[in-house]
T-cell receptor, first 114, second 113 residues
Framework: AQSVAQPEDQVNVAEGNPLTVKCTYSVSGNPYLFWYVQYPNRGLQFLLKYITGDNLVKGSYGFEAEFNKSQTSFHLKKPSALVSDSALYFCAVRPQESNYQLIWGAGTKLIIKP | DTEVTQTPKHLVMGMTNKKSLKCEQHMGHRAMYWYKQKAKKPPELMFVYSYEKLSINESVPSRFSPECPNSSLLNLHLHALQPEDSALYLC????????????FGQGTRLTVV
Protein backbone atom coordinates (compact mmCIF):
# COMPACT_ATOMS: atom_id res chain seq x y z
CA ALA A 1 0.00 0.00 0.00
CA GLN A 2 1.17 3.51 -0.73
CA SER A 3 1.94 5.57 2.32
CA VAL A 4 3.60 8.67 3.71
CA ALA A 5 5.37 8.64 7.05
CA GLN A 6 6.18 11.54 9.31
CA PRO A 7 8.04 9.67 12.03
CA GLU A 8 7.93 12.41 14.65
CA ASP A 9 4.64 13.44 16.24
CA GLN A 10 6.35 16.51 17.67
CA VAL A 11 9.58 18.37 17.10
CA ASN A 12 10.92 20.88 19.62
CA VAL A 13 13.49 23.45 18.53
CA ALA A 14 14.94 26.53 20.19
CA GLU A 15 14.39 29.81 18.40
CA GLY A 16 17.27 30.63 16.08
CA ASN A 17 18.32 26.99 15.68
CA PRO A 18 17.91 25.07 12.44
CA LEU A 19 14.87 22.82 12.16
CA THR A 20 14.09 19.65 10.24
CA VAL A 21 10.72 17.96 9.89
CA LYS A 22 11.03 14.52 8.37
CA CYS A 23 8.95 12.86 5.67
CA THR A 24 9.45 9.57 3.89
CA TYR A 25 7.16 7.94 1.39
CA SER A 26 6.38 4.62 -0.17
CA VAL A 27 4.82 5.47 -3.51
CA SER A 28 5.62 3.92 -6.87
CA GLY A 29 7.02 5.87 -9.77
CA ASN A 30 7.96 9.52 -9.57
CA PRO A 31 5.41 11.19 -7.32
CA TYR A 32 4.87 14.86 -6.71
CA LEU A 33 5.71 15.99 -3.19
CA PHE A 34 4.19 18.78 -1.11
CA TRP A 35 4.50 20.40 2.30
CA TYR A 36 1.60 22.23 3.96
CA VAL A 37 1.43 24.07 7.27
CA GLN A 38 -1.61 24.51 9.50
CA TYR A 39 -1.83 27.09 12.24
CA PRO A 40 -4.34 26.51 15.08
CA ASN A 41 -7.97 26.67 13.94
CA ARG A 42 -6.91 27.58 10.41
CA GLY A 43 -6.86 25.98 7.01
CA LEU A 44 -3.79 24.51 5.39
CA GLN A 45 -1.25 26.75 3.70
CA PHE A 46 0.91 25.53 0.84
CA LEU A 47 4.63 25.81 1.59
CA LEU A 48 6.44 24.17 -1.30
CA LYS A 49 6.41 21.36 -3.82
CA TYR A 50 8.76 19.12 -5.73
CA ILE A 51 7.82 17.99 -9.21
CA THR A 52 11.17 17.54 -10.94
CA GLY A 53 14.57 19.20 -11.21
CA ASP A 54 16.80 20.50 -8.44
CA ASN A 55 16.59 18.36 -5.33
CA LEU A 56 16.55 21.42 -3.06
CA VAL A 57 13.26 23.26 -3.26
CA LYS A 58 12.72 26.67 -1.73
CA GLY A 59 9.32 27.73 -0.49
CA SER A 60 7.41 30.24 1.57
CA TYR A 61 8.51 31.79 4.89
CA GLY A 62 12.15 30.73 4.43
CA PHE A 63 11.40 27.02 4.33
CA GLU A 64 13.10 24.62 1.98
CA ALA A 65 12.90 20.89 1.41
CA GLU A 66 15.38 18.35 0.17
CA PHE A 67 14.25 15.54 -2.10
CA ASN A 68 16.25 12.33 -1.86
CA LYS A 69 15.13 9.74 -4.38
CA SER A 70 17.25 6.89 -3.08
CA GLN A 71 15.94 7.36 0.45
CA THR A 72 12.43 8.31 -0.75
CA SER A 73 12.50 11.28 1.58
CA PHE A 74 11.41 14.88 1.41
CA HIS A 75 12.51 16.56 4.62
CA LEU A 76 11.43 20.11 5.42
CA LYS A 77 14.13 22.45 6.70
CA LYS A 78 14.71 25.99 7.84
CA PRO A 79 18.11 27.44 8.80
CA SER A 80 16.85 29.57 11.70
CA ALA A 81 13.55 28.84 13.44
CA LEU A 82 11.10 31.50 14.57
CA VAL A 83 8.55 31.19 17.36
CA SER A 84 5.91 31.97 14.73
CA ASP A 85 6.87 28.78 12.87
CA SER A 86 5.14 26.79 15.60
CA ALA A 87 2.35 24.92 13.83
CA LEU A 88 1.27 21.54 12.45
CA TYR A 89 3.12 20.45 9.33
CA PHE A 90 1.84 17.93 6.81
CA CYS A 91 3.76 16.17 4.07
CA ALA A 92 1.65 15.02 1.12
CA VAL A 93 2.45 12.93 -1.93
CA ARG A 94 0.60 12.69 -5.21
CA PRO A 95 1.21 9.51 -7.19
CA GLN A 96 2.24 10.34 -10.72
CA GLU A 97 -0.62 8.36 -12.20
CA SER A 98 -3.28 10.13 -10.15
CA ASN A 99 -5.04 13.31 -11.15
CA TYR A 100 -6.30 14.19 -7.70
CA GLN A 101 -5.19 11.78 -5.01
CA LEU A 102 -3.04 13.13 -2.21
CA ILE A 103 -1.59 10.72 0.31
CA TRP A 104 -1.05 12.61 3.55
CA GLY A 105 1.36 12.06 6.38
CA ALA A 106 -0.04 12.08 9.90
CA GLY A 107 1.40 15.50 10.63
CA THR A 108 4.20 16.78 12.84
CA LYS A 109 3.64 19.41 15.51
CA LEU A 110 6.53 21.85 15.48
CA ILE A 111 7.15 23.81 18.68
CA ILE A 112 9.68 26.61 18.65
CA LYS A 113 10.70 27.77 22.10
CA PRO A 114 11.99 31.31 22.74
CA ASP B 1 -6.48 37.45 -5.15
CA THR B 2 -5.01 34.17 -3.91
CA GLU B 3 -7.69 33.37 -1.39
CA VAL B 4 -10.27 30.70 -0.96
CA THR B 5 -13.08 32.09 1.16
CA GLN B 6 -15.33 29.85 3.22
CA THR B 7 -18.50 30.79 5.07
CA PRO B 8 -19.54 30.44 7.78
CA LYS B 9 -16.43 30.10 9.93
CA HIS B 10 -18.39 28.28 12.63
CA LEU B 11 -21.66 26.36 12.47
CA VAL B 12 -23.64 24.54 15.11
CA MET B 13 -26.53 22.46 13.83
CA GLY B 14 -28.96 19.90 15.13
CA MET B 15 -29.29 16.47 13.63
CA THR B 16 -32.56 17.39 11.93
CA ASN B 17 -31.33 20.67 10.46
CA LYS B 18 -30.42 21.49 6.89
CA LYS B 19 -27.52 23.84 6.36
CA SER B 20 -25.04 24.74 3.64
CA LEU B 21 -21.35 25.52 3.61
CA LYS B 22 -20.09 27.92 0.97
CA CYS B 23 -16.74 28.30 -0.75
CA GLU B 24 -15.58 30.90 -3.23
CA GLN B 25 -12.39 31.47 -5.20
CA HIS B 26 -11.50 34.01 -7.87
CA MET B 27 -8.19 32.60 -9.00
CA GLY B 28 -9.62 31.06 -12.15
CA HIS B 29 -9.03 27.59 -10.78
CA ARG B 30 -11.00 24.85 -12.50
CA ALA B 31 -10.68 22.19 -9.80
CA MET B 32 -12.34 22.49 -6.41
CA TYR B 33 -12.37 20.12 -3.47
CA TRP B 34 -14.12 19.42 -0.19
CA TYR B 35 -12.11 17.88 2.65
CA LYS B 36 -13.06 16.84 6.16
CA GLN B 37 -10.50 17.18 8.92
CA LYS B 38 -10.66 15.87 12.46
CA ALA B 39 -8.52 17.50 15.13
CA LYS B 40 -4.77 17.04 14.62
CA LYS B 41 -5.35 14.60 11.76
CA PRO B 42 -4.65 15.02 8.05
CA PRO B 43 -7.54 16.09 5.83
CA GLU B 44 -9.70 13.45 4.19
CA LEU B 45 -10.85 14.04 0.65
CA MET B 46 -14.63 14.03 0.17
CA PHE B 47 -15.38 15.41 -3.29
CA VAL B 48 -13.55 16.70 -6.35
CA TYR B 49 -15.07 18.99 -8.96
CA SER B 50 -13.29 19.47 -12.25
CA TYR B 51 -14.63 22.10 -14.64
CA GLU B 52 -17.81 22.33 -12.58
CA LYS B 53 -18.51 18.62 -12.85
CA LEU B 54 -18.32 16.18 -9.99
CA SER B 55 -15.43 13.89 -10.82
CA ILE B 56 -14.70 12.17 -7.53
CA ASN B 57 -16.94 11.15 -4.64
CA GLU B 58 -14.91 9.33 -2.02
CA SER B 59 -17.85 7.19 -0.86
CA VAL B 60 -19.26 10.05 1.16
CA PRO B 61 -22.67 9.47 2.83
CA SER B 62 -25.60 11.04 1.03
CA ARG B 63 -26.28 13.37 3.94
CA PHE B 64 -23.47 15.42 2.39
CA SER B 65 -24.45 16.85 -1.00
CA PRO B 66 -22.02 18.97 -3.01
CA GLU B 67 -22.95 21.54 -5.60
CA CYS B 68 -20.89 23.64 -7.99
CA PRO B 69 -23.10 26.46 -9.33
CA ASN B 70 -20.27 28.00 -11.36
CA SER B 71 -16.49 27.95 -11.69
CA SER B 72 -15.99 30.20 -8.65
CA LEU B 73 -18.43 28.68 -6.18
CA LEU B 74 -18.69 25.40 -4.35
CA ASN B 75 -21.36 24.49 -1.83
CA LEU B 76 -21.76 21.59 0.55
CA HIS B 77 -25.35 20.92 1.59
CA LEU B 78 -25.79 19.18 4.92
CA HIS B 79 -28.85 17.27 6.08
CA ALA B 80 -29.51 14.87 8.93
CA LEU B 81 -25.94 14.86 10.12
CA GLN B 82 -24.62 12.83 13.02
CA PRO B 83 -22.49 14.05 15.93
CA GLU B 84 -19.51 12.18 14.48
CA ASP B 85 -19.71 14.47 11.45
CA SER B 86 -18.46 17.30 13.65
CA ALA B 87 -15.16 18.42 12.13
CA LEU B 88 -13.36 21.16 10.24
CA TYR B 89 -14.58 21.23 6.64
CA LEU B 90 -12.03 22.58 4.23
CA CYS B 91 -12.55 23.78 0.71
CA UNK B 92 -9.61 23.90 -1.68
CA UNK B 93 -8.97 24.81 -5.28
CA UNK B 94 -6.23 24.24 -7.83
CA UNK B 95 -5.59 25.26 -11.42
CA UNK B 96 -6.40 21.77 -12.57
CA UNK B 97 -6.66 18.47 -10.78
CA UNK B 98 -3.31 17.19 -12.00
CA UNK B 99 0.00 18.01 -10.31
CA UNK B 100 -0.67 21.57 -9.13
CA UNK B 101 -0.76 22.63 -5.53
CA UNK B 102 -4.09 23.21 -3.86
CA UNK B 103 -5.01 26.40 -2.04
CA PHE B 104 -7.14 25.89 1.04
CA GLY B 105 -9.74 28.04 2.70
CA GLN B 106 -9.77 28.66 6.45
CA GLY B 107 -12.44 26.07 6.92
CA THR B 108 -15.82 25.83 8.59
CA ARG B 109 -15.81 24.41 12.11
CA LEU B 110 -18.97 22.30 12.22
CA THR B 111 -20.51 21.01 15.42
CA VAL B 112 -23.49 18.66 15.22
CA VAL B 113 -25.55 18.49 18.41
Amino acid sequence: AQSVAQPEDQVNVAEGNPLTVKCTYSVSGNPYLFWYVQYPNRGLQFLLKYITGDNLVKGSYGFEAEFNKSQTSFHLKKPSALVSDSALYFCAVRPQESNYQLIWGAGTKLIIKP
Amino acid sequence: DTEVTQTPKHLVMGMTNKKSLKCEQHMGHRAMYWYKQKAKKPPELMFVYSYEKLSINESVPSRFSPECPNSSLLNLHLHALQPEDSALYLCASSQRTENTEAFFGQGTRLTVV
